[in-house]
């Protein structure tokens, strides 16, 4: 009976329907132990967690591997990451390596060729990213700008005193 409704070779319609019903519950479980930061934050860390899960998760959809080892690894790969995230509170180099760190791309008026190179950053996707955070083209009206963890520009206006 299990095996009609669940199926194990050659899955019908009704038998993958099932498990992809199963298996977005079991996703919503799985993400919700893992954190809100699975998606919320965006990071590689997290991105990389989010795609793994899925990637495996879809393995159980398709019967292409046992279903309970499979909802098992994707468990365990939302408890490291969870376990990862606790870690870089306490430890910044456990953050540095999962999470990375900001680089300073602008700052006194001129680029930081070196950090922008190391994050694929061209002055072009730094224009960007100053008229999208603050509304302008100028320069002179930007004291430092940053390439954060997530890949997105930050930028910081000078004070008007």
Request: hydrophobic share 45%; with cysteine.
């Amino acid at each position: 009976m299990v095996d009609r409704f669940w199926g194990t070779d050659h899955l019908n319609i009704e038998q993958m329907t099932a498990r992809a019903v199963v298996i977005f519950i079991i996703a919503l479980i799985i993400l919700r132990i893992s954190g809100r930061r699975s998606f919320g934050m965006a990071s590689a860390f997290d991105n990389v967690v989010a795609v793994l899960i899925g990637g495996v998760l879809s393995r159980a959809v398709v019967g292409a591997s046992p279903f309970l080892p499979t909802v098992c690894a994707a468990l365990a790969m939302a408890l490291m990451h969870r376990l990862l995230a606790w870690l870089s509170l306490d430890y910044k180099g456990v953050g540095r390596i999962a999470k990375g760190s900001p680089r300073v791309i602008y700052e006194n008026g001129e680029f930081n060729r070196k950090n922008m190179r190391l994050s694929l950053i061209s002055e072009r996707d730094f224009m960007e990213g100053v008229r999208k955070e603050c509304n302008t083209e100028s320069l002179d009206e930007i004291d430092k700008a940053y390439v954060e963890r997530d890949g997105r520009i930050s930028v910081i206006r000078k004070r008007k005193d």
